[in-house]
């Protein structure tokens, strides 16, 4: 190589380019950064803002919203949130008790027993349902889950159908593959030489599965769980097709409720801005924006323990 090829190469690598003077690449990816955390802040605070209109407006009947009674029709017109409350939260604990022991068995079979054909079929299977819309499930659970239940589990003095059973079921359809994928992920995150001290112990498969693996994998298995209440909780058009819309208190499975997404997505098409009305459909909001940071602060406080573990 030439000395003026090498006095040209030193001149090149002894001057940084206008680029990299630019630092370009970390300044557009601080940029996106602190565009994503300005656009959830301003959510938020529309949101709350919004949610909070009803306590600053006379007249507004605010002191309703701690009732049970929803007649925004009525003179005066009351504004009762608990029946949307209590409703989503049972149909969506209902779902929860429902599907956790069956996503949890499933992710164990997958993580411990099943052979690599069956994971190979079954992976792709979950994946497949996590993408398909919530429309089809409430359309399916109109014309199967509906009709089936009140074919078969109806008596004398009560009707199942639309109710508090159908959308818990639709819920646990729905649910089952985010809480079996986050599982078995926590799950396969559980060291091998765990297991190999278990049974070189001379335990059991099903031993090691009980006193090891799931005591190492609880934080994890807590957290599909909570991911799936939330995904549950926020659910509207699917739980809205068979849950039957009723603004009541739920008192027995064969009931029809309303939960806060599917009253808001029924409402909203109703109202004006800045009418009573309108402002307790944005507290509903608000609600479930609340319910849904709880879970998420929950989903965080369980993953540093695991850290921890």
Same mark, same amino acid.
């Given at each position: 190589?030439?000395? $003026?090829?090498?006095?040209?190469?030193?001149?090149?690598?002894?001057?940084?380019?206008?680029?990299?003077?630019?630092?370009?690449?970390?300044?557009?990816?601080?940029?996106?950064?602190?565009?994503?955390?300005?656009?959830?802040?301003?959510?938020?605070?529309?949101?709350?803002?919004?949610?909070?209109?009803?306590?600053?407006?006379?007249? $507004?009947?605010?002191?309703?919203?701690?009732?049970?009674?929803?007649?925004?029709?009525? @003179?005066?017109?009351?504004?009762?949130?608990?029946?949307?409350?209590?409703? *989503?939260?049972?149909?969506?604990?209902?779902?929860?008790?429902?599907?956790?022991?069956?996503?949890?068995?499933?992710?164990?079979?997958?993580?411990?027993?099943?052979?690599?054909?069956?994971r190979?079929?079954?992976?792709?299977?979950?994946?497949?349902?996590?993408?398909?819309?919530?429309?089809?499930?409430?359309?399916?659970?109109?014309?199967?889950?509906?009709?089936?239940?009140?074919?078969?589990? $109806?008596?004398?003095?009560?009707?199942?159908?639309?109710?508090?059973?159908?959308?818990?079921?639709?819920?646990?359809?729905m649910?089952?593959?985010?809480? *079996?994928?986050?599982?078995?992920?926590?799950?396969?995150?559980?060291?091998?030489?765990?297991?190999?001290?278990? +049974?070189?112990?001379?335990?059991?498969?099903?031993?090691?599965?009980?006193?090891?693996?799931?005591?190492?994998?609880?934080?994890?298995?807590?957290?599909?769980?909570?991911?799936?209440?939330?995904?549950?909780?926020g659910?509207?058009?699917?739980?809205?097709m068979?849950?039957?819309?009723?603004?009541?208190?739920?008192?027995?499975?064969?009931?029809?409720l $309303?939960?806060l *997404?599917?009253?808001? *997505?029924?409402?909203m098409? @109703?109202?004006?801005?800045?009418?009573?009305? @309108?402002?307790? +459909?944005?507290?509903?909001?608000?609600?479930?924006?609340?319910?849904?940071?709880?879970?998420?602060?929950?989903?965080?406080?369980?993953n540093?323990?695991?850290?921890?573990?």
């Amino acid at each position: 190589m030439s000395t $003026s090829t090498l006095t040209a190469a030193s001149r090149l690598l002894g001057r940084p380019r206008f680029l990299d003077r630019l630092d370009l690449p970390r300044r557009l990816v601080t940029a996106a950064a602190g565009s994503m955390v300005l656009i959830v802040t301003l959510m938020l605070g529309f949101v709350a803002w919004n949610g909070i209109q009803i306590f600053l407006t006379p007249g $507004s009947n605010a002191g309703s919203v701690f009732s049970t009674a929803w007649q925004p029709l009525a @003179n005066p017109a009351s504004f009762g949130l608990l029946p949307f409350v209590t409703g *989503t939260l049972a149909v969506t604990m209902l779902a929860v008790a429902i599907s956790t022991p069956l996503s949890v068995g499933l992710a164990l079979f997958l993580a411990e027993v099943a052979p690599v054909w069956a994971r190979a079929v079954v992976q792709p299977a979950l994946e497949i349902f996590v993408g398909i819309p919530s429309v089809v499930y409430g359309w399916l659970g109109i014309t199967i889950l509906v009709p089936w239940l009140r074919e078969n589990f $109806s008596g004398v003095g009560f009707t199942v159908g639309f109710s508090w059973l159908a959308g818990s079921l639709v819920l646990t359809v729905m649910i089952l593959p985010t809480i *079996t994928s986050i599982a078995y992920d926590a799950f396969r995150a559980v060291p091998g030489d765990l297991r190999a001290a278990s +049974l070189a112990l001379g335990t059991t498969r099903w031993q090691t599965i009980r006193h090891v693996l799931l005591p190492a994998s609880a934080a994890g298995v807590l957290t599909a769980v909570i991911l799936g209440m939330t995904r549950a909780a926020g659910e509207a058009l699917a739980v809205q097709m068979v849950i039957g819309n009723r603004p009541t208190m739920p008192t027995g499975l064969t009931q029809p409720l $309303s939960t806060l *997404t599917s009253q808001i *997505t029924l409402d909203m098409g @109703n109202t004006v801005a800045g009418e009573p009305w @309108n402002q307790a +459909l944005w507290t509903m909001s608000l609600v479930l924006l609340l319910i849904a940071v709880g879970f998420v602060l929950l989903v965080r406080w369980l993953n540093g323990r695991r850290q921890t573990f």
